[in-house]
């Protein structure tokens, strides 16, 4: 049974960087699919952040593009996501989830709060 | 940034048919599979419905989705009261090469 799951800081500062790993359980992300982030504003509706392929090649969500990276350790099992110079916007839970022919197994989701 | 548009809200009695419309364009729902989540209080959205009426083991059958040009919509028959949750639809978007979520609609069982 594949399981996601989120791990990071749940507090960063304004101006900071946030850095969050989504570690796999149950499938070996070397062999295929997709990998993303998602995440959702206090009430508000979900934002697709990025997705990378087991092969590596990324694709971003242009209104994030400039501020995101997302990569994957296959040695680990884990992909992980950065975002750069964050502000109170960013405040959100933070998903990641396994993508084939859509987004179908996600992690429990992490919140992650930017404030001083 | 949602660019498919739902209801804020639809509502319904026990046994009854709640229908949630999505609207996009040409170059998501248009050219594109239709994808519903549930989202219960306090959790992880779920697949519900994929490739515009497919459900995923497990989803009951009073779940069913449909597409037509640019629109979506879901069907709950049956109406439960754990069927009480948000829904939002998604799609993969040709111009802006990413995927894109519905702003979702929350389903009240009166």
């Known amino acids: 049974q594949v399981q996601l799951q989120e791990s990071g800081p749940g507090l960063v500062k304004p101006s900071e960087t946030l850095s969050l790993t989504c570690t796999v359980t149950?499938?070996?992300?070397?062999?295929?699919?997709?990998w993303g982030w998602i995440r959702q504003s206090p009430g508000k509706g979900l934002e697709w952040i990025a997705s990378v392929h087991h092969s590596g090649s990324t694709h971003y969500n242009p209104s994030l593009k400039s501020r995101v990276t997302i990569s994957i350790d296959t040695s680990k099992n884990q992909f992980s996501l950065k975002l750069t110079s964050v502000t109170a916007a960013d405040t959100a839970m933070y998903y990641c989830a396994r993508y084939g022919y859509t987004f179908d197994i996600w992690g429990q989701g992490t919140m992650v709060t930017v404030s001083s | 940034q949602s660019v498919l548009t739902q209801p804020p809200s639809a509502s319904g009695t026990p046994g009854q048919r709640v229908t949630i419309s999505c609207s996009g364009s040409s170059s998501n729902i248009g050219s594109n599979n239709v994808n519903w989540y549930q989202q219960l209080p306090g959790t992880a959205p779920k697949l519900l419905i994929y490739?515009?009426?497919q459900r995923p083991s497990g989803v009951p059958d009073r779940f069913s989705g449909s597409k037509s040009g640019t629109s979506a919509s879901l069907a709950i028959s049956g109406l439960q009261s754990e069927d009480e949750a948000d829904y939002c639809c998604?799609?993969?978007?040709?111009?802006?090469?990413?995927?894109?979520f519905g702003t979702g609609t929350k389903v009240t069982v009166l």
């Open positions: 149950g499938y070996s992300i070397s062999s295929g699919y997709n």
């Open positions: 490739r515009n009426n």
């Open positions: 998604a799609a993969w978007d040709d111009s802006l090469n990413g995927f894109v």
